[in-house]
C-alpha cells in the first residue's frame, strides 16, 4: 500500500519558534508538495518539488521554506513561527507522468497550533 | 477568481439518496479535474479523475460530470452511505502546469 508518512500529527510551538514538517513517500515519487488546509479556504499549497534540491513557490510561500535533499523526503520549515500559521499541513507526491498534474497521494496531515 | 469553488459548503441527505456535489471552476484552459474525499482525521483520498477531452466517467457508485461550456463539475455518489460521511474537495489541473487548485470543500452528512 503506497504511503506518505507525516513525521508529527500534532504539534504545538511558541511564536518566534523555527519549525520543521517532515514528510517522507514510499512511492519513488518524483513530486512532492506542502498545502496548508483552513476552515472556508480549502487546500492553498505553499511550495512544490519536481526533483531532488529542486523547489517551486506555490500560491503562498511567505514565511515558509522547503528542503529536499532525498527523492522520498520534503521537509517544510517555518523560520519564525507565527500564529496565523496554525493551521493543518498536508503533505502530497505523485508520480510524474509528464503530461501535466497526476493523481496526488496525501498524508493524513500536521496540525499545528502557535501560541 | 483563480480558484475551484464548490456550490454549497453543506450538503445532507439520507441514506439510500443518491448526493449530486456541484463544483465550478474558473480556468477554462484546465485541462484535468479530480475529486478527493476527506475523512476526520485523514488526508484527501482520491475518489475519481476527468480529463477535459471527456464529459462522464464513472467509477464504483460514483460519476464525475464535466460540463465545459460552463465550467461545471460535479460528483454523483449513488445510494449514499454513512460511510460516505466527510468533506469532498473538486481540484483542477491550472492551465495544465501540474499545479491542483483545489476548492473550498463541501461537507457531505448522510443521514440514517
Known amino acids: 500500500d503506497v504511503k506518505v508518512t507525516q513525521s508529527s500529527r500534532y504539534l504545538v510551538k511558541r511564536t518566534g519558534e523555527k519549525v520543521f514538517l517532515e514528510c517522507v513517500q514510499d512511492?519513488?515519487?518524483?513530486?512532492m508538495f506542502w498545502y496548508r488546509q483552513d476552515p472556508g479556504l480549502g487546500l492553498r499549497l505553499i511550495y512544490f518539488?519536481?526533483?531532488?534540491?529542486?523547489?517551486e513557490k506555490g500560491d503562498i510561500p511567505e514565511g515558509y521554506s522547503v528542503s529536499r535533499e532525498k527523492k522520498e523526503r520534503f521537509s517544510l520549515i517555518l523560520e519564525s513561527a507565527s500564529t496565523n500559521q496554525t493551521s493543518m499541513y498536508l503533505c502530497?507526491?505523485?508520480?510524474?507522468?509528464?503530461?501535466?498534474?497526476?493523481?496526488?497521494?496525501f498524508g493524513a496531515g500536521s496540525r499545528l497550533t502557535v501560541l | 477568481g483563480e480558484s475551484v469553488g464548490l456550490h454549497l459548503p453543506t450538503l445532507s441527505v439520507q441514506e439510500g439518496d443518491n448526493s449530486i456535489i456541484n463544483c465550478a471552476y474558473s480556468?477554462?484552459?484546465?485541462?484535468?479535474f479530480i475529486w478527493y474525499k476527506q475523512e476526520s482525521g485523514k488526508g484527501p483520498q482520491f475518489i475519481i479523475d476527468?480529463?477535459?477531452?471527456?464529459d462522464k466517467r464513472q467509477g464504483q457508485r460514483v460519476t464525475v460530470l464535466l460540463n465545459k461550456t460552463v465550467k461545471h463539475l460535479s460528483l454523483q455518489i449513488a445510494a449514499t452511505q454513512p460511510g460516505d460521511s466527510a468533506v469532498y474537495f473538486c481540484?483542477?489541473?491550472?492551465?495544465?502546469?501540474?499545479?491542483?487548485?483545489f476548492g473550498q470543500g463541501t461537507t457531505l452528512q448522510v443521514k440514517p
Open positions: 512511492m519513488d515519487h518524483e513530486n
Open positions: 518539488s519536481y526533483d531532488v534540491k529542486m523547489k
Open positions: 476527468i480529463r477535459s477531452n471527456m
Open positions: 480556468n477554462s484552459a484546465s485541462d484535468y
Open positions: 502530497a507526491s505523485s508520480f510524474d507522468g509528464g503530461s501535466g498534474a497526476n493523481v496526488l497521494t
Open positions: 481540484a483542477e489541473n491550472w492551465s495544465n502546469t501540474g499545479k491542483l487548485i
